[in-house]
Nanobody
Framework: QVQLVESGGGLVQAGGSLRLSCTPS????????MGWYRQAPGKQRELVAI???????NYGDSVEGRFTISRDNAKNTVFLQMNSLKPEDTDVYFC????????????WGQGTLVTVSS
């Protein structure tokens, strides 16, 4: 079973930047989707940024223009560069990958906390 290892969360002041990374525990083939979601206590998990089939990207409305997703295909690693952070960006950020071979497998990371102070 593949695991996702996230890093880069922490505390930052409003207007600052952070960079998250997500690396699988082993090499993965047949990645259908890979990216980031976030969730605050008591709220639904929401899309932050994700690579879909091919090189297409989707961003959540609240982060578009401030966050950028990128990846290192050789290492199956995805990054999330977060700029102009706001207090409302405070959340636990989860890495997600969907793998499609003969079956569909979805894996979530353990989450990394991002706290933006005002």
């Amino acid at each position: 079973q593949v695991q996702l290892v996230e890093s880069g969360g922490g505390l930052v002041q409003a207007g600052g930047s952070l960079r998250l990374s997500c690396t699988p525990s082993r090499s993965i083939n047949s990645i259908n989707r890979m990216g980031w979601y976030r969730q605050a206590p008591g709220k639904q998990r929401e899309l932050v940024a994700i690579f879909t089939s091919g090189e297409r990207t989707n961003y959540g409305d609240s982060v578009e223009g401030r966050f950028t997703i990128s990846r290192d295909n050789a290492k199956n690693t995805v990054f999330l560069q977060m700029n102009s952070l706001k207090p409302e960006d405070t959340d636990v950020y989860f890495c997600n990958v969907v793998i499609t071979t003969n079956t569909r497998l979805e894996v979530w990371g353990q989450g990394t906390l991002v706290t933006v102070s005002s």
